[in-house]
């Protein structure tokens, strides 16, 4: 080895064995004349691994980690521990072959509905677990919330020894223990110092206990954050937003990025009292009035010729999406901001059922129907927003608001749940499972029993006709998730295999009988879940 370093002469031996003896001849030492060049080879890899690791110098010892915090949370079940583990470990199970998912519950869908029940309950995550639990929920966004909730402030101290978890440490403030809201000092210092998502919720908890406090707050450090820091600052305060945020938002809205003057104009239209409200539903009305002289009662509308400068002030976008007319385009932002309180009043003293029944000239249903909509979900009218859904009977392509089944979810999700759980079955009864999965992503789980045994009697029709249950895997997985476990007892009837009727297509009944023992299995085991955790 002599002539050479030490990093050479192994670089050298790697070439020599990437390239193959035959090919880079090993170093003279290594392979002199008349021995095996590959064996001499590892031999003198061997004897300088041994020389390299020999010679290094010791490390410097880090400093050993804070201890853990504590976390005063009850301890789970022994059964639940064991389910916990099952969960975890199967989350990456891969799916049956040929597409055949068996009869089998899926558990990586259990797993969420399993934190969110241990969540409620107020358990504390294993300590052994807690290298799973961010492993999961690092593969998934989804899990996230609910799994960094449970984790808890041991969770969060173990992420931040682990780059691969640094999601935890600024995705959520799960297990931070936040000052009181009177302790000024304490306030102040976590504002300045803490993570965004601490900051987040302690701009919440103060706000819940001093709204004027919790502004003033997010006042002192506003023009030195982050642009895309003030947009989700903004963001936060849709939850409790109150008219005691008004002066805050108004002055926001003359802020340097277009999107946080956006979402400022935008919380400000959602509280009625607003000074903007006001002049959006002076606007609106300018546009929007009776005509008293049409034979039959008619709405005329005479949408905007320009967006001015106080109408860009106001959050209205002036320049309109391809494809889109300038005047329907301000129209719709105009209406949309307006307090749904201005119409009764504008329109003769009828009621949002009579209003959204009236006919209206000049083709503007549509544009004036769908602003509408989106007002009832920013408003949170519910009053509106039954008004525009219709009765459930009625095809979607004729409803009184709108046909978008988007729309008609954010609809339906500011109704009461037994209202909203009412309306979907109604809907399932008359025009089958088709359309129904977005509706049904907005409905409380578990379902209430006249939606669960709508769900069901139409996948029974389904199966009925004869065709495949491939074309209703999403209802069924959201069936396996949301149903009632109770219900398991009904359903065994369906897990038989029916006798296969003329014109049904080959071997659908068994592929039927397959996903309804599934969804018995799962409403079953979904079951012993919720009686492991609270035992």
């Known amino acids: 080895m002599s002539g050479t370093t030490p990093a050479s ?17 090993p170093p003279a030492d290594v392979a002199p004349r008349g021995v095996d060049a590959p064996s001499a080879l590892l031999d003198a890899a061997a004897v300088h691994t041994v020389r390299r690791r020999a010679g290094l110098r010791p490390a410097t010892a880090r400093p050993r980690p804070e201890p853990a915090p504590p976390d005063d949370r009850r301890e789970l079940p022994e059964p639940a521990r064991r389910r916990l583990a099952v969960l975890l470990a199967d989350r990456a199970a891969p799916a049956g072959s040929g597409g055949r998912r068996g009869t089998a519950p ?4 259990l797993l969420p509905q399993w934190l969110a029940a241990a969540n409620d309950r107020g358990y504390r995550a294993p300590a052994s677990a807690l290298p799973a639990l ?26 931040g020894l682990n780059a691969e978890w640094k999601f935890a440490l600024r995705g959520t403030s799960a297990g931070t223990a936040l000052p009181a809201p009177e302790d000024r000092e304490a306030v102040r210092r976590l504002w300045e110092e803490g993570l965004f998502a601490e900051r987040v919720a302690l701009l919440g908890s103060v706000r819940a206990h001093d709204p004027a406090a919790g502004a003033a707050l997010l006042a002192e450090t506003w023009p030195t954050e982050r642009a895309e820091d003030r947009l989700m600052f903004l963001d936060s ?8 945020d008004e002066p805050f938002l108004d002055r926001a809205l003359s802020d340097r990025s277009r999107n946080v003057r956006a979402t400022a104009a935008e919380l400000l239209s959602a509280l009625p009292g607003s000074a903007l409200a006001g002049r959006m539903a002076a606007r609106a009305a300018g546009c929007v009035s009776l005509d008293r002289t049409a034979a039959v009662a008619t709405i005329a509308v005479e949408a905007p010729h320009e967006c001015d400068a106080g109408m860009e002030r106001d959050g209205v976008v002036p320049t309109a999406p391809s494809g889109r007319g300038e005047r329907s385009w301000w129209l719709g932002q105009l209406v949309e ?17 009579e209003i959204v029944a009236l006919p209206v000239a000049d083709d503007w249903g ?3 129907h769908a602003a509408w909509c989106r007002a ?20 979607p392509a004729t409803g009184p608001g709108t046909s978008s089944l988007a729309e008609r979810a954010k609809l339906l999700a500011t109704l009461r749940t037994e209202v909203r759980a009412e309306w979907v079955a109604g809907f399932i009864s008359a025009h089958g499972l088709s359309e ?15 939606l669960g045994r709508a769900v069901v009697d139409a996948l029974d029709i389904a199966r009925d006709a004869g065709s495949y249950p491939w074309s209703f895997s999403g209802v069924m997985g959201l069936a396996e998730r949301c149903l009632d476990p109770a219900e398991a007892s009904r359903l065994e009837l369906l897990t038989a295999t029916p006798d296969e009727a003329e014109g049904a297509s080959p071997g659908a009944g068994s592929y039927w009988s397959e996903a309804f023992r599934r969804l018995v299995s799962t409403l079953r085991l979904r079951a012993e879940m919720h009686a492991e955790l609270s035992s």
């Open 436 to 450: 129904a999965f977005q509706l049904l992503g907005v409905c409380a789980v578990p379902w209430a029993e006249p």
């Open 366 to 368: 549509d544009e004036l």
């Open 106 to 109: 899926d558990l990586t869908e």
């Open 337 to 353: 901001a307006t307090p749904l309180a201005t119409w009764p009043g504008r329109l003769g003293g009828r009621t949002p059922e």
């Open 237 to 244: 305060l849709r939850t409790g937003l109150s008219d005691a």
């Open 376 to 395: 009832a979900v920013r408003q949170h009218d519910p009053e509106w927003a039954r008004a525009l859904l219709g009765a459930p009977s009625q095809p």
């Open 134 to 159: 961010l492993d999961a929920a690092r593969a998934r966004t989804d899990l996230r919330a609910p799994a960094l909730r449970f984790a808890g402030p041991r969770g969060i101290w173990l992420a």
């Open 9 to 25: 002469y192994w670089d050298e031996l790697v070439t020599s064995a990437l390239l193959g003896t035959d090919r880079r001849t």
